[in-house]
Structure formats: structure tokens, C-alpha cells
């Protein structure tokens, strides 16, 4: 009997990231080829159930003899892991609404408010202290154990685990393949011909070399000539600013202008959606002060007449970011399978990384974010950042990438220092460090209103930031 594997998933009440999660680790033959125990756990007790009879409905299709046990306590799930996936989220859309709204109405030209700009300043408070909390418990119950880290935002969070305990964390996020698709459509190759390594920080990469994986070829002359060839507004708001920042800086970036432009006080003008996003009419109010969430439209990219015209239609999120890779299609009101269960993988890196850690198997990883120990030239030591790598028996293994043009390092110090910023405000509980940060961000203008919209978000969202004061 090899020995026990015990993996615990932080989060697995999600309806996106539980099935998906539970669903990878099951179909993978070198995980479940251990005497494997799967440990779900969340905070809030009513999904759990469903969350653990999905597992189990999913464990008897593939025949596998798995341990599957669901748990609010954290310190209960923790001892013996091998490998803790944290993946959560506080009222999502809810908070998101405001941490994209608040900032503008002070006047930053921020776009999304997910990652970067103001609004992920406060998105990555609202999730660093239960991130830091699983990352020093791990300290305690399971000191070697891989902390695998799926929350956004990926950098912030990361690098405050990192920073404030010894656990390893490895942050995973599949945006660097949002990039390679996009080449592979201006080369009109399949994507999967491209062998395309990438550097940087999450959200923010950029490509150091792009091959035809049969031939050899450089493909950067190629994709030079075609961006250059292909109309203005083909898929205007997905790839319209990686356009301008390829010909600008000569690398091709990912993940897209919604992601990208988060970095960039000057990206709004590249994302025609960037008005629409959580659109609601101000006449009436701000629709949180209603306990009410505005539709998330993530582009343009969709035909509007998806949008049904009357309210007492459900509104659909227009696309949903993960191409439908993750939300449980298949997963039925009580944890049943579905007729549209054909059990797919997520396309997630997880597994792939744990295979590699736990069982040994050799695995090419496309972007892994980590502390950097030299893998980014040019970057500082410490700062999380985001590069190929190989797993294997020996542990993990980033690439040592090639120096980024001096353009694209001065666009990513600025990211490095307000993330280190971000942390020491955290740690320290205090404002002005956080005041600084913003200060630093590419879409504030002022500072009056940057105190302003520090002392909104905190009475807003005073239920679910940490504590921290002037």
C-alpha cells in the first residue's frame, strides 16, 4: 500500500471551484493510485453536503477508492496534509460592484477592479486575512504541506503568505493560456503548436519566445507581420490593448485588456465595455445600498441580445471568464451527476502540480507564481511573480527566464512595490501604508480623492476588511 495522500480543498462549497477541483483530483490516476483521502471544507455548512455527495457520486463513476469527508473547521482538516487548495471568496459580485464603482466615482480611470488598480487593493484585504490564516495554521498542523492558492488576487495574496508565514505557496491561474489562444488565431495555428513561455506577474505576463513546436520556428516575426495585417476591431476588447503594448514594448502580453489594462492609467480607452461593467442607473441609487448586485458583463465579446430585455428574465452574466471550464455543469441540486456529466478535466493546473510534488511524475507547468529567486531579472527577491516551471519528485523547479525589456520591468516594478506595500499595510493595520500604495497605482490622479475613496471603501465593506486605522 503506498503511502496515505491527504489533500484538502479550502473553498469547496463554491459552486465553480468545488466541483471543478473535486472533479480533476478524481480523474487523475496518480493521486487516486494512493491511499487518498479528499477533505472538503468551507465556512459556510449548507454546500457542503452537496459539495462531498458530488465527490462521492463522482468517485463511484471512475471506480475509485477514495476517503471523502467535509468539514467547517479547518483545524480538523489540516493534520497530515499533503497539499491544502485554497480557493474562496466573500459575496463576490456584491463587493466586486463596489470595488469597481467607488473608486471611479472619486475619479480613478481604473477598469475591472479585480487585480489591480484601487479596487483590487480592497479585494485582496477582503481575502488576505483568511489566506494568511490558512497559511500560519498550516505552519502549526501541516508545516511541509503545498499551500496551492487559486484566490484573486493571485500576486497580493500570495505574497502575503509568503511574507508572513514558511509555508510554500505556489499561486496557479490559467490566464497565460488566454494569451497563447490569441497568438494562435492571429497565426491561425492550433494553439496547441505553440510552444510559448511567459514571464512577469499574474494578469501581467509577457512572452519571452513563441515556437511552431513541429518545425522550431520563431514565431514572433510571423505574429509581428499578422497583428500588423489583421483589422483594428477584430475582438476589439479582448486583445485591441495587447495589440498596442506588442508593437509598443515588443512582447506579446496576457492575459487580455480587461486584466491588463487593471495595471495601466491609460487602458480604458482600449475596453469599449469599460462603461458597461456593473452598469446601473445612479438616479436610482447605488444598488448595494438595496442589498442588490448590478449584471457583471465581462466584454463586449458577446452579442447583447443575450441580455434579456425584462426583468422578470434572469440576467446571465454576459461571459463567464473561465470559457465554462468550472461551474458544475454537471453537478445536480443535491450532488448528483447530471446527464451532462461526462466528467472533463478543468484545464487547471493543480493536479498537473501535485502529480509532479507527490507522486513523482514529471510535469512541464506553463505559469507558476512564486517568490522571485532570480527567475524575472530585474524584478526584486521576494516579490511573487509568474513563470514557466517543471514538478517532479525533487519538488518544484521555476524557469530561469531571459531579462524583460526595460520598458516592461518599469511597468511591472510598480506592480512589485504596491504589492509589497499592500502586505505591510495588512501586517501593520495601517491606512497611510495603504494611502501609499494607492498613491503609487498608475489610475490615481489625486490625493485627496485617494483618502477619500480609502475612508468610502472602509465604511462600505467595514464587515469584511480588517481592521486598520490612520
Not at 482538516?77 to 463576490?92: C, H
Not at 531579462?403 to 502586505?423: C, D, K, W, Y
Amino acid at each position: 500500500m503506498n503511502d496515505p495522500l491527504r489533500i484538502v480543498l479550502v473553498g469547496a462549497g463554491s459552486r465553480e471551484f468545488g466541483p471543478a477541483s473535486i472533479r480533476d483530483v478524481l480523474l487523475s490516476d496518480p493521486l487516486c493510485d494512493r491511499d487518498l483521502s479528499l477533505v472538503l471544507v468551507d465556512i459556510d455548512p449548507s454546500e457542503l453536503p452537496r459539495a462531498r455527495a458530488y465527490a462521492e457520486a463522482v468517485a463511484e463513476r471512475l471506480g475509485r477508492r477514495v476517503a471523502v469527508s467535509a468539514t467547517t473547521d479547518i483545524e480538523t482538516a489540516l493534520p497530515g496534509a499533503r497539499a491544502v487548495v485554497l480557493a474562496i471568496e466573500i459575496d463576490r459580485y456584491f463587493y466586486w460592484a463596489q470595488d469597481f464603482h467607488v473608486p471611479r466615482a472619486f475619479g480613478s480611470s481604473q477598469i475591472y477592479g479585480e487585480n489591480g488598480g484601487p479596487g483590487g487593493l480592497f479585494h485582496a484585504l477582503r481575502n488576505m486575512r483568511p489566506a494568511v490564516e490558512l497559511a500560519r495554521a498550516m505552519e502549526a498542523h501541516c508545516p511541509e504541506a503545498w499551500l496551492v492558492n487559486y484566490t484573486n488576487p493571485l500576486t497580493k495574496l500570495c505574497e502575503a503568505q509568503s511574507r508572513l508565514s514558511s509555508v510554500r505557496v505556489v499561486g496557479l491561474c490559467h490566464g497565460v493560456f488566454h494569451g497563447m489562444e490569441q497568438m494562435a488565431r492571429l497565426l491561425e495555428l492550433p494553439v496547441e503548436r505553440l510552444d510559448a513561455r511567459a514571464s512577469g506577474l499574474n494578469h501581467f505576463s509577457w512572452f519571452e519566445s513563441v515556437r511552431d513546436r513541429e518545425t522550431g520556428e520563431d514565431l514572433y516575426p510571423r505574429l509581428r507581420r499578422r497583428e500588423r495585417e489583421a483589422h483594428w476591431l477584430h475582438d476589439w476588447d479582448e486583445i485591441a490593448l495587447s495589440r498596442i503594448l506588442f508593437r509598443v514594448f515588443g512582447r506579446y502580453p496576457s492575459p487580455g485588456a480587461n486584466h491588463i489594462g487593471e495595471y495601466l492609467g491609460w487602458g480604458r480607452e482600449f475596453l469599449g465595455s469599460s462603461l458597461l461593467q456593473f452598469f446601473y442607473d445612479p438616479v436610482h441609487g447605488a444598488p448595494w445600498e438595496r442589498g442588490e448586485t448590478p449584471t457583471w458583463l465581462y466584454n463586449l465579446g458577446e452579442n447583447p441580445t443575450d441580455v434579456p430585455a425584462f426583468p422578470e428574465s434572469p440576467l446571465p452574466r454576459v461571459r463567464d471568464e473561465d470559457n465554462g471550464r468550472n461551474r458544475g455543469d454537471d453537478i445536480g441540486a443535491g450532488g448528483e451527476l447530471t446527464s451532462s456529466g461526462d466528467l472533463a478535466p478543468s484545464g487547471e493546473l493543480a493536479v498537473p502540480l501535485l502529480e509532479g510534488v507527490l507522486c513523482g511524475v514529471d510535469t512541464h507547468l506553463d505559469a507558476v507564481n512564486v517568490p522571485n529567486e532570480g527567475y524575472v531579472p530585474g524584478l526584486p527577491d521576494g516579490a511573487v511573480v509568474e513563470v514557466p516551471a517543471r514538478a517532479d519528485a525533487n519538488g518544484l523547479h521555476p524557469a530561469a527566464m531571459e531579462p524583460l525589456p526595460e520598458g516592461i520591468l518599469g511597468l511591472l516594478r510598480t506592480q512589485t512595490s504596491i504589492n509589497r506595500l499592500l502586505v505591510d499595510a495588512f501586517a501593520d493595520g495601517a491606512r497611510g501604508t495603504l494611502l501609499q500604495a494607492l498613491l503609487l497605482d498608475p489610475t490615481t490622479d489625486s490625493y485627496r480623492t485617494a483618502v477619500h475613496t480609502i475612508n468610502e471603501m472602509f465604511r462600505l465593506q467595514a464587515d469584511v476588511l480588517p481592521e486598520m486605522e490612520w
